[in-house]
């Protein structure tokens, strides 16, 4: 069977725990399609030409879903993102977006400026919370834009937790601008020299992350239901892995900053509390960066 082919529903939690139950197959099937573009970019042993031809494939794909007609590659996952998009009427773009930021990723390893990285965000992490919004009816235009400083801030944020991991694939997402800035070289990522220089970056990074997870957190507390909840604690647990990247003293070299079950439980200390406050009036509570 084609590895492509989303018939493994238990692989993606959110769908099976949070999500009601009308709307974990579509999330599934959005899932896996980023899921597989995301192998066809990252894994296996293709050369960069096969990987450009792969993604191609599924542009025609998609232009397939768009027509009508059957896809001529993958066509189980088509056929399902077909049913998808025409039963909750979902556009397209964001798939094509998809496309575009993984094929870009595929041959950019390094970004000039903070501008040209967010640009890549926009078309890598973006188009993902667009599709969520879209399938409960909730894509206005400010939360939109919202869900696009929290999807952008949690991209940023997997950015520097995986500085090491990304370096042993040829790739800096650290902006080339910020790093002069800062006059933290690459050969100072590539060795693991965590001094003045590199905190004053991670600091700034972890400043620029924090500050958009906060200008979108509003969301969390507009959307209704289980999403609102979900991106309660989507919100807070993006904040507690910056504060562990500041617990560390900026150091994700020894030890990649992740959530365990001790954040976990700050985690939903702090989701329930900021729901809980908008169920009963009160002031939501301090979404910032507070130690725990």
Same mark, same amino acid.
């Given at each position: 069977?084609?590895?492509?082919e989303p018939d493994?529903?238990?692989?993606?939690?959110?769908?099976?725990?949070?999500l009601?139950k009308a709307?974990?197959?579509?999330v599934?099937?959005?899932?896996?399609v980023?899921?597989a573009?995301? @192998?066809?970019?990252?894994?296996? /042993?293709?050369?960069?030409?096969e990987?450009h031809?792969r993604? @191609?494939?599924?542009?025609d794909?998609?232009d397939a879903?768009?027509?009508g007609r059957?896809?001529?590659?993958?066509?189980m996952?088509f056929?399902?993102?077909?049913?998808?998009?025409?039963?909750?009427?979902?556009?397209?773009?964001p798939?094509?977006d998809?496309v575009?930021a993984?094929?870009?990723?595929?041959?950019t390893?390094r970004?000039?400026?903070?501008?040209?990285?967010?640009?890549?965000?926009?078309?890598?992490?973006?188009?993902?919370?667009?599709?969520?919004?879209?399938?409960i009816d909730?894509?206005s235009?400010?939360?939109?834009? /919202?869900s696009?400083?929290?999807?952008?801030?949690?991209?940023l944020i997997t950015?520097?937790?995986?500085?090491?991991?990304?370096?042993?694939?040829g790739?800096v997402?650290?902006?080339?601008?910020e790093?002069?800035?800062?006059?933290v070289?690459?050969?100072q990522?590539?060795?693991?020299?965590?001094?003045?220089?590199?905190?004053?970056?991670?600091?700034?990074?972890?400043?620029e992350a924090r500050?958009l997870?906060?200008s979108?957190?509003?969301?969390?507390?507009?959307?209704?239901?289980?999403f609102?909840?979900e991106?309660?604690?989507v919100?807070?647990?993006g904040?507690r892995?910056?504060?562990?990247?500041e617990r560390a003293?900026?150091?994700?070299?020894?030890?990649?900053p992740a959530?365990?079950?001790? @954040?976990?439980?700050v985690v939903?200390m702090r989701?329930?509390?900021?729901?809980?406050?908008?169920?009963?009036?009160?002031?939501?509570p301090s979404?910032?960066?507070?130690?725990a």
């Amino acid at each position: 069977m084609d590895a492509m082919e989303p018939d493994h529903y238990d692989e993606f939690p959110v769908a099976k725990l949070l999500l009601p139950k009308a709307l974990r197959a579509p999330v599934g099937v959005i899932y896996h399609v980023a899921r597989a573009l995301d @192998d066809i970019a990252d894994e296996g /042993d293709w050369l960069p030409e096969e990987r450009h031809s792969r993604l @191609d494939d599924f542009r025609d794909g998609l232009d397939a879903v768009a027509e009508g007609r059957p896809a001529p590659v993958h066509p189980m996952l088509f056929a399902r993102l077909a049913d998808v998009v025409r039963r909750c009427r979902l556009p397209l773009q964001p798939f094509y977006d998809l496309v575009s930021a993984f094929d870009q990723d595929i041959d950019t390893t390094r970004y000039a400026d903070r501008l040209t990285l967010l640009d890549f965000c926009h078309r890598s992490a973006n188009p993902v919370g667009h599709l969520m919004l879209q399938l409960i009816d909730e894509a206005s235009p400010a939360n939109l834009a /919202d869900s696009d400083s929290i999807c952008t801030a949690l991209q940023l944020i997997t950015f520097l937790q995986d500085v090491p991991a990304d370096w042993q694939r040829g790739r800096v997402y650290l902006p080339q601008a910020e790093r002069e800035r800062f006059n933290v070289t690459e050969a100072q990522i590539a060795a693991g020299v965590v001094d003045d220089a590199w905190r004053a970056l991670m600091r700034h990074e972890v400043n620029e992350a924090r500050a958009l997870m906060l200008s979108g957190a509003p969301l969390a507390l507009r959307v209704p239901g289980r999403f609102g909840l979900e991106l309660c604690s989507v919100v807070h647990g993006g904040l507690r892995v910056l504060e562990l990247i500041e617990r560390a003293d900026y150091d994700i070299f020894r030890v990649r900053p992740a959530l365990r079950a001790s @954040d976990w439980a700050v985690v939903l200390m702090r989701t329930a509390a900021m729901w809980l406050s908008r169920r009963v009036g009160v002031r939501a509570p301090s979404i910032e960066s507070n130690n725990a």
